[in-house]
């Protein structure tokens, strides 16, 4: 079991940008794949990013590629999403996720508590 916890969420401006982090307790950090979800209020939780393992590769919701980027430091435990041009429909709690690499939410079996992301117009 791996225990997440993100960071770096809250309100911005639309046009702006966060960086969301998401440590990791463990040492076997190398050998998940990391994704990103998110829900808005009222909606079902959805895919957002996922990056394998060693870090070569990765994946987006055709909704946020190229404005995010997911990556990271498995010295240090950590996975980031940086977000970047938000739009006020970014607006959702956002959880990382650990398991195999995948856009279901059924690929990943630990999950951290999430974080709120608002992106007021």
């Known amino acids: 079991q791996v225990q997440l916890v993100e960071s770096g969420g809250g309100l911005v401006q639309a046009g702006g940008s966060l960086r969301l982090s998401c440590a990791a307790s463990?040492?076997?950090?190398?050998?998940?794949?990391m994704g990103w979800f998110r829900q808005a209020p009222g909606k079902e939780r959805e895919f957002v990013s996922t990056?394998?393992?060693?870090?070569?590769?990765?994946d987006y919701a055709d909704s946020v590629k190229g404005r995010f980027a997911i990556s990271r430091d498995n010295a240090k435990n950590t996975v980031y999403l940086q977000m970047s041009s938000l739009k006020p429909e970014d607006t959702a709690v956002y959880y990382c996720?650990?398991?195999?690499?995948?856009?279901?939410?059924?690929?990943?079996?630990?999950w951290g508590q999430g974080t709120q992301v608002t992106v007021s117009s």
């Open positions: 996720a650990a398991g195999v690499y995948g856009r279901a939410n059924r690929d990943y079996d630990d």
């Open positions: 990056i394998s393992g060693n870090g070569l590769s990765t």
């Open positions: 463990g040492r076997t950090f190398s050998r998940y794949a």
